[in-house]
């Protein structure tokens, strides 16, 4: 059994994306979770992407918010679903992933930790 490796709490997000390459292609997305590591993401179109490939992340929700990204993981069924690693951002990039998800943390706590 393999043993959870992550560093940082993931919290669902239901958020548009755009995975491209550098070469400039580029895919719509879906982002499924988030932590300041990395991301799941699932895209609807056939696509050939590998563990190790290194790609561009530009979130569209409440921030918009740019990050190169590794692979590393994909699973295909009726969609293609991606695990990312961040690996680059800008410090305002990174301030506004902070950001989004201290508010989606501070969503998901229960009323009776506010009273």
Same mark, same amino acid.
Not at 20 to 42: P, T, V
């Given at each position: ?14 958020c ?9 292609? +580029? %895919?719509?997305?879906?982002? $499924? ?8 993401? =699932? ?5 050939? @992407? ?27 069924? +009726? %969609?293609?679903?991606?695990? $990312? ?8 990039? =990174? ?5 989004? @998800? ?12 506010l009273?």
């Amino acid at each position: 059994m393999s043993q959870e490796r992550r560093y940082y709490t993931r919290y669902s997000l239901r958020c548009d994306c755009i995975l491209a390459y550098e070469s400039g292609i +580029k %895919f719509n997305a879906e982002i $499924l979770d988030i932590s300041a590591e990395g991301a799941k993401i =699932r895209i609807d179109t056939e696509i050939f @992407i590998n563990p190790g490939d290194i790609v561009y992340l530009s979130i569209k929700c409440k921030y918009k918010i740019k990050i190169k990204a590794q692979v590393r993981w994909v699973k295909k069924d +009726k %969609f293609t679903e991606v695990g $990312l690693k961040f690996i680059e951002m800008s410090m305002q990039d =990174r301030e506004s992933l902070s950001q989004l @998800i201290s508010e989606i943390a501070m969503a998901n706590i229960s009323e009776i930790y506010l009273s």
